[in-house]
């Protein structure tokens, strides 16, 4: 565990020394009060012009802007270290894949949860403009850091297949919009059990649901199965250097 | 801690880049790694390091195998991989403090293993700066740094001094002789000067195999095999003085330099150099320079790294 810390805490102190960290905090909250104040339209109702006190808005927007702001976060976490040879010595350090792969992890589910956090004012102020359902509001944070969480472990596999940090951003923005749209496009084109896969395979589904405020350990899993897949094939990928052909 | 490697064999496909290598390296003992470009050195060191599995063979790291007890061996190496990655947007002393965390020192021995490292390895001046800000040498000198930090019994040095200005040669080498007196070092390179002033031991090793093993003095000697020198002759006919020297027993052979001079190979085991003063003083020839021609590691490198 220790090690899995050092190496999170040197991922974090690397995202705020470069300004990256602060680019994409600033960046998703503008964006992110933006939709919920002003645009709102296209997520859902805005406080402004439908005078109505909603923080679904910012729902709706924060799961589509956290998924671009994720994969410029962690496109360089492998294929930058893999580029430069910085990967060769850290896994000659006494650490096993799976720790590296998992401090990074941690470094990028902590800076999504403070990103989370530093929404929390557009929901205090929400409710302090008209009654909002509380409970929904903590359920939808909790689907908003699964969703992050799994697209910090889909951006971390796409960055361990290659060593152009371009390519894992471009390959965590299309395995992004597969699980975000055409698995929902496919299941409103499809019907039967095709359609109640593609329905299950989204991430929109498992998120609305529990941004409805049912926490459903189906929901749950799925989430959870997704990281540990992508988490897992981070490391197989890693550890194709000690295949003995 | 004892280093021993055996059959070691790693295949890239149907290529072997290591083959069948076996070799020892005792405790207090400075081993190098020679070989020409692709001859295998940093595969071979990437498999004791335990980031690469070998195809076939083991290595023993004081009687651990980097088979089973990857773990454990990685704890007590320090390795400076080729090329010296390191991550450049970070301060040396901050990167310094991760590489001793990550190798397991104690928290309450870190601040001082980073001041001992920041003493030795002569950093004081950079310790704040961004390592993407340093010159190649004090680059090499925080990789080493990192490679040290948790005292490490055995070190790996992949090309330790390539890219440096002479100067920073030096020092690096001297650094690298102090430590070594008491670890266990495995040092690749293909810069020659730089085996004969580090290291106790050479192995030369070309497509994946030992060509070549043992003191730098031992490899010289067997290279020189016979003696040869250069001889100036003046105030005699050069034919005639060719035909004697020819004629001498202890001479093998006479050539014809473009410069006018000889170059004579004695016999084996022979030196023929008090023949040849002789015959020109019987002569009344004017003996005006004989020069050893020594030979020296780079041809030993050559004979056995050059196929045909």
């Known amino acids: ?245 | 801690m004892d280093i021993q490697v055996q059959n070691l064999t790693k295949k890239y496909g149907r290529q072997k880049a290591v083959d069948q290598l076996s070799f020892d390296v005792r405790t207090g003992e400075i081993l190098g790694f020679l070989g020409p470009n692709g001859a295998g050195k940093t595969t071979t060191m990437k498999m004791i390091t335990c980031f690469l599995a070998p195809s076939d063979g083991d290595v023993s790291v004081g009687g651990f195998s980097i088979l089973k007890d990857q773990q454990k061996i990685k704890r007590s190496i320090g390795y400076l991989p080729e090329h010296n990655p390191l991550y450049l947007d970070m301060a040396v002393i901050d990167y310094l403090r991760f590489s001793g965390a990550i190798q397991g020192v104690k928290k309450s021995q870190l601040g001082d293993r980073i001041k001992e490292m920041i003493r030795v390895c002569g950093l004081n001046k950079e310790k704040h700066k961004k390592i993407g800000e340093l010159s190649k040498g004090f680059r090499q000198r925080v990789g080493l740094a990192q490679a040290l930090i948790h005292d490490p019994e055995v070190l790996i040095l992949d090309e330790p001094t390539t890219g440096l200005d002479p100067n920073q040669i030096v020092e690096i080498r001297e650094l690298i002789k102090h430590i070594g007196s008491q670890k266990t070092v495995i040092l690749s390179t293909h810069i020659l000067p730089e085996v004969e002033a580090t290291c106790d031991r050479i192995i030369i090793i070309n497509n994946g195999k030992i060509v070549a093993e043992g003191t730098p003095e031992n490899l010289r000697k067997e290279a020189s095999g016979t003696e040869i020198s250069h001889v100036r002759i003046e105030d005699g006919e050069r034919d005639a003085v060719f035909q004697r020297l020819q004629e001498l027993e202890t001479v093998a052979m006479v050539d014809l330099l473009p410069n006018g001079a000889f170059s004579i190979e004695s016999q084996l085991e022979q030196t023929s150099r008090r023949d040849i003063f002789r015959l020109c003083v019987e002569n009344g020839w004017v003996l005006t320079e004989m020069t050893p021609v020594e030979r020296d590691l780079e041809d030993v490198f050559r004979n056995v790294t050059i196929e045909n």
């Not at chain 1, 805005?46 to 589509?64: E, H, K, L």
């Not at chain 1, 509001?137 to 850091?145: A, E, F, I, R």
């Not at chain 1, 992508?230 to 197989?236: A, E, R």
Request: charged share 10%; proline share 2%; hydrophobic share 55%.
């Open chain 1, 1 to 245: 565990m220790g090690s899995i810390i050092t190496i999170a805490r040197r991922e974090l102190s690397t995202f705020y020394d470069s300004m990256i960290a602060y680019m994409l905090l600033g960046g998703f909250l503008a964006l992110c009060g933006f939709f919920t104040w002003l645009y709102g339209g296209f997520f859902g109702r805005d406080v402004f012009f439908s005078g109505q006190a909603s923080i679904a808005p910012f729902f709706g927007a924060a799961v589509v802007l956290l998924w671009i702001f994720i994969a410029a976060l962690s496109m360089k976490l492998f294929a930058e270290e893999t580029k430069t040879g910085t990967l060769e010595l850290l896994l000659t350090k006494p650490v096993t894949d799976w720790q590296v792969v998992m401090g990074k992890f941690l470094a990028c589910v902590s800076l999504i949860f403070v990103a989370l956090l530093c929404s929390l004012p557009y929901y205090f102020t929400v409710a302090w403009l008209g009654p909002v359902d509380h409970g929904a509001v903590w359920c939808g944070y909790l689907g908003l850091l699964l969703v992050g969480s799994t697209y910090a472990a889909i951006g971390i596999m796409c960055s361990s297949l290659t060593d152009n940090q371009i390519v894992a951003f471009l390959l965590t923005i299309i395995v992004g919009i597969i699980f975000l749209f055409i698995f929902s496009l496919l299941s409103a084109y499809t019907s039967g059990m095709a359609a109640k896969l593609f329905d299950y395979l989204s991430i929109l589904t498992h998120y609305s649901s529990i941004a409805r405020g049912v926490v459903d350990s189906k929901d749950i899993i799925y989430f959870l199965s997704i990281i540990g897949f992508c988490l897992m094939s981070t490391v197989t990928v890693l550890s194709r250097r000690k295949i003995a052909d």
